[in-house]
């Protein structure tokens, strides 16, 4: 059994709604299509920003990027992480 109900495919998924919003007190539903696209685009604004500014650079963004990625992966297989102690 699924820990939050029934399993959806990847095309229904576009269309469920992951959140709702107000604005001047007007409902507006926002599906996870929308909401990804949104997050995407606000990231890539904040990094054009930062690099034109020369606060970061491109290279410096892929190996964060990359070693980010890296811990990730070593937390899922159970190997401590930068927060964690090995000998604790």
Known sequence: MALFG???????IDDTIAMRIF??????NVNYRDLCLSNTKSLQAITAILIRKGLIDGQELLDEVKRMSAAESAQQEGE?????SAGE
């Open 6 to 12: 029934k399993r959806k495919k990847p095309a229904d």
């Open 23 to 28: 604005v001047e007190g007007k409902a507006h």
């Open 80 to 84: 401590p992480g930068e927060d964690e």
